[in-house]
């Protein structure tokens, strides 16, 4: 039976004292603002900012730079509100601090800009956003009669973020472990940026060459790695759409095309192999937009489900590679204690534990609330068998 249609959201407002509508784009999922001022060059910042507070969203008309400059300032007015000391528990200061990060995405998420149906921003100086938007959207849909309006709302927010993933997609992200060769994230598949894990891939003792499969593999950055190291057949596996077309798309240009399959799938393919690696997101709370999914795991799902399903896809004598940061245990999230009971049920015994300190600027910022989690996280690949 084929799922039926979801119409887009629609937004609708009052324009020169008409009514008018517009499809509204939100990757992370926030739901049309209720009440759509128009603002333009003339808008005061302070203005702006008590009715973004307030929840009224402000549609932009004027200048496209002037509208980056009003977002500035938005943006410095939430900056400097008087901060109050992080909390001594390390885990009320995490939830603390993601609360204060959806207020803050909520806020700057009300300055909004028009996009029409051809993916162009219709404001003066405004950059073509074509391509950027076309790679996260799909293709533009024409306008037809009985169907949702061609043209859109985003927040002005929304559109840099597009715009700064294009240009990382263009200029793609250099990785050591391939010998400086490039990875090219696709708008909403989480960056390898923070390489620490794909080193511990590079490095770790291989059970063996003839096969393996890389669960959740994102951009495909471990595939390659794999590939790279002599492995003849990888099958990597995710359910994210732009992960699967971003994997295909790096593995031919890194010429790994045919060692590795790229297959849509919930965790494991078919079947078993000597060596299975997963890297799965490593904080068990709520992702606020697609690519913080890489990162948050409600309740462990991933974890729980690759753990619980490894032995039964583990050939003979295979191994389990388990990539892991602990930064969940030091903001109290999960206990180690949990995860060495979830290898005991999942029929799986700790072979070797291979550790890394983190490199990326954040656990040297002691301005960050959560600097003291940070500074102590360790990354380790777990070198996983079954339990005989």
């Known amino acids: 039976m084929n799922s039926p249609v979801v119409a887009p959201p629609v937004v609708t407002w009052t324009e020169a004292d008409e009514a008018r509508s517009a499809r509204w784009r939100s990757e992370n999922g926030s739901p049309p603002p209720r009440r759509i001022v128009i603002a333009d060059d003339r808008t005061r910042a302070d203005d702006a900012y008590k009715l973004a507070c307030e929840g009224t969203a402000l549609l932009w008309r004027g200048d496209f730079h002037n509208a980056r400059q009003l977002l500035t300032a938005l943006t410095r007015r939430i900056d400097r509100r008087p901060r109050k000391a992080p909390p001594a528990d390390v885990t009320q200061a995490f939830h603390l601090h993601r609360a204060a990060q959806n207020q803050r995405a909520r806020i700057l998420g009300m300055l909004l800009v028009p996009l029409d149906a051809s993916y162009t921003v219709p404001l003066h100086r405004a950059p073509d956003v ?82 393996a499969f890389d669960i959740g593999t994102g951009t495909g950055v471990l595939a390659c790695v794999l590939a790279r190291r002599g492995v003849r057949r990888i099958v990597a596996t995710d359910q994210d759409p732009r992960a699967l077309a971003c994997a295909r798309e790096n593995t031919e240009r890194l010429g790994a095309a045919g060692q590795v399959e790229v297959v849509e799938a919930d965790l494991f393919p078919a079947g078993r192999a000597p060596l299975v690696v997963c890297n799965p997101p490593w904080v068990p709370a709520k992702p606020t937009s697609p690519v913080e999914r890489a990162v948050y795991d409600p309740g462990n799902r991933m974890l729980h489900g690759f753990l619980d399903g490894l032995a039964d896809h583990l050939a003979p004598g295979g191994e389990g590679w388990l990539i892991l940061s602990d930064l969940a245990e030091h903001l109290g999230l999960r206990p180690r204690a949990e995860l060495l009971d979830a290898f005991a049920r999942g029929g799986l015994t700790v072979l070797d534990r291979l550790d890394i300190a983190p490199r990326h600027p954040r656990a040297r910022d002691t301005s960050d609330p959560l600097h003291v989690a940070r500074a102590a996280e360790v990354t380790s690949l777990w070198r996983l068998g079954a339990a005989t």
């Open 130 to 211: 074509r391509e950027a938007c076309t790679r996260a959207y799909g293709p533009p849909e024409p306008e037809t009669a009985g169907t949702a309006p061609a043209g859109s709302l985003l927040s002005l927010r929304e559109l840099l973020a597009l715009i700064g993933a294009n240009e990382w997609r263009r200029k793609g992200v250099e990785i050591p472990a391939l010998g400086g060769d490039r990875i090219h994230p696709h708008y909403g598949v989480f960056s390898p940026a923070r390489g620490e894990y794909v080193d511990l891939v590079a490095e770790a003792p291989l059970p063996g060459r003839d096969l």
